[in-house]
């Protein structure tokens, strides 16, 4: 498939036009996480109820149009979820969410804010995991990941 055909008009509007993409400070969960392949960047913020649900939910980062676009779709579409209907949003989801056929490569991208999402219902904001996570910048991209290396196939 041609690169033109991943540029899919709700994925531009996604990327042009984000949902909930900015500065967030009542958040009570966040982390963020970089691709090491490609060096995108995704932070997302998170308020979570005392019911364990997702009342609000924003992101900001930096790259390409895959993983900026595809985490403006997820963050619109786990705002009001429970923590189970998040963890049961599996990386096939967010892949069929996102649309386009993508390589393997391309679909690492596209689930980047899907993992960094997985760590931050985890990480209350002020703990030592949030902290952490949101200084290792440049250093090592990999730490940020549980699961399959995204710099396994560089
Ligand atoms: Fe953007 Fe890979 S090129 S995350």
């Not at 690169?3 to 994925?11: G, K, R, S, T």
């Not at 895959?66 to 579409?77: D, G, H, T, V, Y």
Request: aromatic share 6%.
């Amino acid at each position: 498939m041609s690169e033109q055909d991943i540029y899919e008009e709700h994925v531009l509007d996604h990327y042009e036009d984000p949902y909930h993409r900015g500065e967030f400070d009542n958040a009570t969960h966040a982390h963020d996480g970089k691709n090491p392949l490609c060096g995108d960047v995704i932070h997302i913020d998170l308020k979570l109820s005392d019911d364990g649900r997702i009342e609000e939910a924003w992101f900001s980062g930096a790259g390409c149009v895959i993983s900026q676009a595809s985490a403006s779709m997820l963050i619109e579409k786990i705002e009001g979820k429970t923590l189970e209907e998040v963890n049961q949003f599996s990386a096939t989801d967010m892949l069929e969410l996102f649309g386009p056929k993508l390589t393997p490569n391309r679909q690492k991208c596209c689930l980047l804010s899907w993992r960094v999402l997985q760590t931050a219902v985890h990480s209350p904001v002020g703990s030592a995991s949030e902290e952490t996570n949101g200084e290792e910048g440049d250093d090592d991209g990999n730490a940020n990941f549980g699961g399959p290396s995204l710099s396994e196939e560089s």
